[in-house]
C-alpha cells in the first residue's frame, strides 16, 4: 500500500475509534484518559499534526454532541489549545530526547515518559489557568469553583493515564504493523 493511502487510512481509523470512545458516552474519569490515549496514540503512529488535528476535533464533537454542560462550552477554544499543547510539547521533548537516549520503545524511554509528564503538566496548567483568570477576563463571568477544579489536576491525570495506555499499545501495535520509528515523527 502506498505511504499516503496508508497514512489517510490510519488517521480516518483514529478518528473513528476517538469517535465510538465519544459516542459511548461514559464517565469523564473513563473518557477524558481514552481520549488522551487516542491523541497520542495518532501522535506516536503518525505525527504531531494529526494528534492536534484530533485534539482540535474532540471538544468540539463533545460540544455538539451535548457531552458538555453548557457552562463549559466557552472552554471549548481552550481546551482545543491544551490538546496542542500535550501533542506539541510531548513530541518535541520526545524527539530531542529521543536522540539522546536512542531507545525506540516508549515504555522504556525516558525523553517519552519526561515528554508525557511535561506535556500533561502544561495542558493542565493551561486549563486551570483558562478557567480561573481567562473565561472571567473574557466573558465577564466566574466559573464555579466545582468546574474550575475540574479543570485543573484531574486533567493531568487522566493525560497521564491516556499516555501510558497509549505507550503501551503503540509498543504492541508497532511489532503487528510495521512502525518504525522514522515514520512517526
Known amino acids: 500500500m502506498p505511504i499516503r493511502t496508508q497514512k489517510l487510512t490510519r488517521v480516518v481509523f483514529l478518528i473513528a475509534i476517538t469517535l465510538i470512545i465519544q459516542a ?32 482540535a476535533m474532540t471538544p468540539m464533537v463533545a460540544a455538539f454532541r451535548g457531552q458538555l454542560p453548557p457552562i463549559l ?40 515518559w519526561i515528554g508525557l509528564f511535561t506535556g500533561s503538566l502544561i495542558k493542565f496548567l493551561w486549563l486551570y489557568l483558562s478557567a480561573l483568570f481567562f473565561i472571567p477576563l473574557f466573558f465577564g463571568k466566574e466559573l464555579p469553583e466545582k468546574i474550575v477544579a475540574m479543570m485543573a489536576l484531574p486533567q493531568f491525570i487522566t493525560a497521564v ?25
Do not use: W
Not at 487516542?38 to 494529526?50: D, W
Not at 491544551?82 to 506539541?88: D, F, K, P, T, Y
Not at 510531548?90 to 525506540?104: P, S, W
Open 161 to 185: 493515564i491516556g499516555g501510558i495506555f497509549a505507550f503501551i499499545i503503540f509498543q504492541l501495535l508497532k511489532k503487528r504493523i510495521h512502525i518504525n520509528s522514522s515514520s512517526t515523527h
Open 73 to 112: 462550552i466557552p472552554m471549548v477554544p481552550f481546551i482545543i489549545v491544551s490538546n496542542a499543547l500535550l501533542i506539541g510539547v510531548f513530541a518535541l521533548v520526545e524527539k530531542i530526547l529521543c536522540k539522546r537516549f536512542g531507545k525506540d520503545n516508549p515504555l522504556i524511554n525516558p525523553g517519552c
Open 24 to 55: 459511548l458516552g461514559l464517565p469523564q474519569p473513563v473518557t477524558g484518559p481514552l481520549i488522551n490515549m487516542m491523541l497520542l496514540l495518532t501522535t506516536l503512529i503518525l505525527e504531531p499534526y494529526s494528534g492536534m488535528a484530533l485534539g
